[in-house]
């Protein structure tokens, strides 16, 4: 698997970008999705992240920068055919990997409640993501769950 930078305008990864709108909001009440579409992951503050096997797109994840000191986790998304081989855990730790290299001491993000979210859940988890109060401007409500994790560049020496 190789994880590279961009790929906002090659074919699979707009395909499962729609994939990932459509099951956001097949899964969550009206007004509280809150994923960003391929526009909103083309400004400057968006790193976006594919990863791919040869010419297969395994998923896609994005981080964006809230602040000079706290980066948010967006559109996360594994191909259903690469579930359970990793794919979600090495995104998310090149997002952890990029945020603590910038000096970010926090990552945040916020996703849904149900089983359609149960597997992001455990990911997030596993990787020291905790609840937290909402942030940027969400509202929280019994659906939203907001988690953060300090990232190394908080950690004392």
Not at 46 to 63: K, N
Not at 118 to 139: K, N, S, T, V
Request: charged content about 25%; hydrophobic content about 40%; aromatic content about 8%.
């Amino acid at each position: 698997m190789i994880i590279r930078d961009g790929g906002l305008d090659d074919p699979q990864v707009i395909a499962r970008l729609d994939q990932h709108a459509r099951a956001m909001r097949a899964n969550s009440p009206p007004g509280s999705c809150h994923f960003l579409d391929l526009s909103g992951l083309k400004t400057p503050d968006i790193t976006f992240l594919s990863a791919w096997d040869g010419g297969t797109l395994l998923g896609v994840g994005a981080l964006k920068q809230l602040d000079p000191r706290t980066g948010e986790i967006k559109s996360m998304r594994t191909a259903d055919a690469a579930r359970g081989r990793g794919v979600g855990a090495a995104i998310l730790a090149r997002i952890v990997e990029i945020a603590a290299r910038r000096g970010y001491t926090a990552l945040k993000l916020e996703t849904g409640t149900g089983a359609a979210f149960d597997a992001a859940h455990r990911l997030y988890a596993r990787h020291g993501f905790i609840p937290c109060p909402a942030f940027g401007g969400y509202e929280a409500t019994a659906f939203n769950r907001f988690l953060e994790r300090r990232t190394a560049s908080d950690q004392p020496q």
